[in-house]
C-alpha cells in the first residue's frame, strides 16, 4: 500500500474514535472519549511523521451515567483537576504492508509515561484524508488509577489492563 502524501492532517472527531475496554468482575465494559482534536504530520521519510492528539477527560462516556461520574472523579481521570488527557508520537516505524508503530508519550492525570501503539494505514479515502487505526493496552496503575474494590473471592472487581482503540479520519490542511 502507498504511504500517505506529506503534509499536516487535522483529525476529523466527528469521524473518528477514541475508545477503550476494560474488565469489570467477568465482564467487559466499553467507553470512548467524545471530545477530542490531533494532527498528524506526516514527513518524507515516512519515519520522521508525527502525532499530537489531546483528549478532554469530561468527554468520557461509557453509556452509565453513574459509573461515568465515578471515571471522571479522583478515583480515576481526576478530571477537574486533569482536563485533558494527551499522546505525542516520538518515533513513527513501518512494519509490514501498511502497519507501523508509534512511539511516544501517554499523559494521564499530568503522569506521562512511554508507549507504543501498533497501527494500520488504511489508505486516503478521498484523497484529502488519511485513514488509520492504532491500539494499545495500558496498565492503569502506571497513572495512578488504582482504585478498585475486592470481591469476595479474593479477586478485583475492576481490571488493570486497558485496551485503547483509535480509528482516525483526519482531513490535510491546505
Same mark, same amino acid.
Given at each position: 500500500?502507498? !504511504?500517505?502524501q506529506?503534509?499536516?492532517? !487535522? @483529525?476529523?472527531a466527528?469521524?473518528?474514535?477514541?475508545?477503550?475496554?476494560?474488565?469489570?468482575l467477568?465482564?467487559?465494559v466499553?467507553?470512548?472519549f467524545t471530545e *477530542?482534536?490531533g494532527?498528524?504530520?506526516?514527513a518524507?521519510?515516512?519515519?520522521?511523521?508525527?502525532?499530537?492528539?489531546r @483528549? !478532554?477527560?469530561?468527554?468520557i462516556?461509557?453509556?452509565?451515567?453513574?459509573r461515568?461520574?465515578?471515571?471522571?472523579?479522583?478515583d480515576?481521570?481526576?478530571?477537574?483537576? *486533569?482536563?485533558?488527557?494527551g *499522546?505525542?508520537s516520538e518515533?513513527a516505524?513501518?512494519?509490514?504492508?501498511?502497519?507501523f508503530?508509534?512511539?511516544?508519550?501517554?499523559?494521564i492525570?499530568g @503522569?506521562?509515561?512511554?508507549?507504543?501503539?501498533?497501527g494500520?494505514?488504511g489508505?486516503?479515502?478521498?484523497?484529502?484524508?488519511?485513514?488509520?487505526?492504532?491500539?494499545?493496552t495500558?496498565d492503569?496503575?502506571?497513572w495512578?488509577?488504582?482504585w478498585?474494590?475486592?470481591?469476595?473471592?479474593?479477586?478485583?472487581?475492576?481490571?488493570?489492563?486497558?485496551?485503547?482503540?483509535?480509528?482516525?479520519?483526519a482531513?490535510?490542511?491546505p
Open positions: 500500500m502507498e !504511504q500517505p506529506p503534509g499536516r492532517y !487535522q @483529525i476529523d466527528a469521524r473518528s474514535t477514541v475508545a477503550f475496554m476494560s474488565r469489570h467477568i465482564t467487559k466499553h467507553g470512548r *477530542f482534536d494532527v498528524i504530520t506526516i518524507d521519510p515516512i519515519e520522521d511523521s508525527s502525532v499530537d492528539v @483528549i !478532554q477527560a469530561e468527554s462516556t461509557t453509556g452509565v451515567k453513574m461515568d461520574k465515578h471515571l471522571r472523579s479522583d480515576f481521570m481526576c478530571a477537574e483537576a *486533569f482536563p485533558h488527557l *499522546f505525542t518515533t516505524s513501518r512494519t509490514s504492508g501498511a502497519g508503530t508509534l512511539e511516544g508519550v501517554l499523559t492525570r @503522569i506521562a509515561k512511554p508507549v507504543t501503539l501498533a494500520t494505514y489508505g486516503t479515502g478521498s484523497g484529502d484524508r488519511l485513514l488509520a487505526t492504532a491500539t494499545v495500558i492503569r496503575y502506571d495512578d488509577m488504582t478498585s474494590d475486592k470481591v469476595e473471592t479474593g479477586g478485583i472487581m475492576v481490571g488493570r489492563k486497558v485496551e485503547i482503540s483509535i480509528d482516525v479520519d482531513v490535510k490542511i
